[in-house]
């Protein structure tokens, strides 16, 4: 599948006049430089938190011997493809994602897998085909609004079928949207820390799908570490007076859930 042609028409400064971008160039929506760090990590061996409850809300009572296709979105090195496989040996899985980097790394690390790069934002890059399950792990805080990138997962989606979202979910009616960055270093703001809240997700869902259910796992079982590792924007358990949180070095604390989408 080729890459969706905004993300690689960088032109040469003579075209502008001005030694600078064209105005209508930019970064696919969502993207971060710094997911390329997942080149660095083995798909095979790593297992982040949260697979283990997104697959169970993904299977429901299916069989994971089941024939039954997956889609997941913003699929990074491949590393949940490969977890899905090893669990449900009859599951077709797929995965996408805007960089194709991690899709050549996800292809390499995970045959059994299909991969391919598209931009989630463009329908015109997109599968043809409908999926059984459409997952799409922590790239829901990536985006400023459900409307540029849940329509098309929503189509993704199967009659039938189930969507599991992972991210930052804020259980009050209040939306946070930021942008974060190293300081003294990179001058890019990095998106990936929105906050939506249920009431924004309950709003864009009605009428559309069949059912939906928010989930909040106790991040103590979710392997998160507790003190704060070196690099200052990765998530820790931070103590909250509601409990348990996850934030970062910025200050930012967040609730983690998933959102089961049925069509």
């Not at 997942?38 to 429901?60: I, K, Q």
């Not at 949940?80 to 496989?85: G, K, S």
């Amino acid at each position: 599948m080729a890459t969706p042609d905004r993300t690689t028409a960088e032109p040469s400064p003579a075209s502008t006049g001005r030694g600078a971008w064209e105005p209508g160039w930019r970064h696919p929506e969502g993207t971060r430089s710094i997911d390329l760090r997942y080149l660095d990590r083995d798909p095979r061996t790593t297992d982040r938190p949260y697979f283990g409850p997104v697959l169970e809300l993904a299977a429901g009572n299916r069989r994971r011997d089941e024939s039954l296709r997956l889609l997941d979105v913003g699929c990074a090195n491949g590393a949940f493809a490969r977890y899905v496989i090893e669990r449900c040996p009859g599951w077709d899985v797929s995965g996408i994602d805007v960089l194709p980097e991690l899709v050549d790394a996800a292809t390499a690390a995970v045959p059994e897998g299909r991969f391919s790069v598209a931009d989630i934002c463009t329908p015109r890059s997109l599968p043809s085909e409908e999926f059984d399950v459409v997952t799409a792990l922590t790239i829901p805080s990536h985006f400023d609004s459900l409307d540029q990138w849940l329509p098309q997962v929503l189509r993704l989606v199967a009659p039938g079928g189930v969507a599991v979202l992972y991210g930052p979910l804020n259980p009050s009616p209040v939306d946070l949207i930021c942008r974060l960055r190293y300081a003294g270093g990179s001058e890019e703001w990095l998106p990936g820390w929105n906050v939506l809240s249920q009431q924004t997700y309950d709003a864009f869902l009605g009428g559309r799908v069949r059912s939906w259910a928010y989930h909040y796992p106790k991040v103590a079982t979710l392997g998160y570490p507790a003190t704060a590792p070196a690099d200052g924007l990765s998530s820790r358990i931070v103590p909250a007076p509601d409990g348990q949180r996850l934030g970062n070095s910025s200050g930012l604390t967040y609730h983690m859930a998933c959102v089961e989408i049925h069509r």
